[in-house]
T-cell receptor, first 115, second 111 residues
Framework: KAGVTQTPRYLIKTRGQQVTLSCSPISGHRSVSWYQQTPGQGLQFLFEYFSETQRNKGNFPGRFSGRQFSNSRSEMNVSTLELGDSALYLC??????????????FGEGSRLTVL | GESVGLHLPTLSVQEGDNSIINCAYSNSASDYFIWYKQESGKGPQFIIDIRSNMDKRQGQRVTVLLNKTVKHLSLQIAATQPGDSAVYFCAENPYTDKLIFGTGTRLQVFP
């Protein structure tokens, strides 16, 4: 079956703009988590959605938001982009809620560059 | 491919040798640990996990060791192959339903 699909794979934005990233989880997976990966900070948890509800949130400013649709697909949005938002944004899906319930399957990520 | 870290510690091993990748975790309340492998241009891939009621767990060519006393985790890869070249991350889960990732170690396998 198809893995986690993230779109777009690459994008370039300028400071002050906003961006929306999309994630389609593995069929049947109901949990979607988002992570930010940078060389300086490594992999950091953004938020998790399960059954269209945000279940957990990391330590990121309110400019970072997300949502999940009834088909489990998820989007994350970053408003008023800053240079430091340049990163690889990774989406992961799992069958159940939370990292403890089983294996997280990651997508290949969306590479955001902010100029 | 993607660069996941410009200043990662690097482990270089010869093909066929065993590799040991170490990780120190931070939270004494963590009771679930996972090792991930990330190849260039790809997302992290689950390798093996271990719960705190165990000291050792074996998979195919991989073994994870957990020392809760010193908060240390290690991943052993037997008979390392060129396809094992990647960045390896440990992750801990301290009851919060989110994973805390380590900084990663780059494994380079040379013939």
């Amino acid at each position: 079956k198809a893995g986690v699909t993230q779109t777009p794979r690459y994008l370039i934005k300028t400071r002050g703009q906003q961006v929306t990233l999309s994630c389609s989880p593995i069929s049947g997976h109901r949990s979607v988590s988002w992570y930010q990966q940078t060389p300086g900070q490594g992999l950091q948890f953004l938020f998790e959605y399960f059954s269209e509800t945000q279940r957990n949130k990391g330590n990121f400013p309110g400019r970072f938001s997300g949502r999940q649709f009834s088909n489990s697909r998820s989007e994350m949005n970053v408003s008023t982009l800053e240079l430091g938002d340049s990163a690889l944004y990774l989406c992961a899906s799992s069958l159940g809620q939370g990292a403890r319930t089983g294996e997280l399957f990651f997508g290949e990520g969306s590479r955001l560059t902010v100029l | 491919g993607e660069s996941v870290g410009l200043h990662l510690p690097t482990l270089s091993v010869q093909e066929g040798d065993n590799s040991i990748i170490n990780c120190a975790y931070s939270n004494s309340a963590s009771d679930y640990f996972i090792w991930y492998k990330q190849e260039s241009g790809k997302g992290p891939q689950f390798i093996i996990d271990i719960r705190s009621n165990m000291d050792k767990r074996q998979g195919q060519r991989v073994t994870v060791l957990l020392n809760k006393t010193v908060k240390h985790l290690s991943l052993q890869i037997a008979a390392t192959q060129p396809g094992d070249s990647a960045v390896y991350f440990c992750a801990e889960n301290p009851y919060t339903d989110k994973l805390i990732f380590g900084t990663g170690t780059r494994l380079q396998v040379f013939p």
